[in-house]
């Protein structure tokens, strides 16, 4: 049977949200492909059921690992025409998406650039996020821009700006940073990890704005001081110990780590007075 007939045999198996026996034996049909055939498989208007699409992927991704061939390189850019050509539907750009993302961390770095850029300016979050990730995975200086473009346009990649960008450069947006963690970071944790984290960054120069979060936020507080090398006082230490009983399965951890013994041996005498008041 020719390659064709197996394909147009592969699309009549009726693939279900289960893996069964006719998912087994589409399975072993795209198998006895090679990697140009399996490459020819793929249905660029993503028609196809996710499953069949998934088992694709598969091995398209088994192959490459292997070696990256002529035709990958023609399905990867047949795939950026598709994502960018209008006519998909939201799901069968999102699939496409999937492909896209999957394949490009084995193409030469003028591909991966056409991906980073073709999903920093979609208009779906998980494009976005994509782009994010490939820029991580193969960060060069000249992402900067666009990683700058991507939070002032849709506040996207806080985090990752952290990671990348210089303490200078953070310190000079330091006021729209801090605009976009808002002013409710006590109710939201995940927003004060950022702030704490933006903090250690830069905290050279911000000395000032760290003090300010010492009564209001005193765990963050003295998390930054000991990521930053910096002590406390012991008295001051003692005293968060005690109002934050929840906190201390860390705490003491943390005074150990900055090698605050002072602070270690005030949680002693208070613990063993604590014990001598209960007998």
């Known amino acids: 049977m020719r390659t064709l007939d197996y394909v147009k045999l592969a699309t009549t198996i009726e693939v279900g949200k289960e893996k069964d026996e006719k998912f087994y034996l589409l399975k072993g049909i795209l198998r006895s492909f090679n990697s140009k055939e399996i490459c020819g498989c793929l249905d660029l208007g993503f028609k196809q ?9 598969e091995r398209i991704l088994e192959d490459i690992k292997k070696q990256v061939e002529t035709c990958h390189f023609k399905l990867f850019d047949s795939l950026l025409n598709s994502f960018n050509n209008g006519f998909l539907t939201y799901h069968q750009k999102e699939a496409c998406s999937v492909f896209i993302y999957e394949i490009a961390i084995y193409m030469p770095p003028v591909l991966v650039d056409k991906a980073i850029n073709d999903f920093a300016n979609s208009n779906y979050v998980n494009d976005r996020g994509r782009a994010m990730d490939l ?4 960060w060069q200086d000249k992402y900067k821009n666009l990683l700058v473009d991507l939070f002032n346009n849709f506040g996207d990649g806080f985090n990752l700006m952290i990671d990348k960008l210089s303490p200078e450069f953070l310190f000079s947006k330091l006021n729209q940073l801090l605009k976009y963690l808002g002013d409710d970071l006590e109710n939201d944790f995940d927003l004060r990890v950022l702030r704490n984290k933006l903090f250690i960054k830069i905290h050279k120069y911000i000395p000032e704005k760290i003090d ?15 990521e930053i090398g910096e002590k406390i006082k012991a008295e001051y230490a003692l005293d968060v110990y005690k109002k934050f009983p929840r906190s201390r399965r860390y705490l003491p951890v943390w005074y150990g780590e900055m090698k605050q013994r002072s602070a270690l041996n005030k949680i002693i005498i208070f613990l063993n007075k604590k014990a001598d008041d209960k007998d």
């Open 49 to 57: 059921p996710i499953l069949f699409r998934k088992l694709i992927l």
């Open 135 to 138: 820029i991580d995975l193969f």
């Open 212 to 226: 300010e979060i010492k009564n209001s936020d005193p765990i963050s507080y003295i998390f930054i001081k000991k």
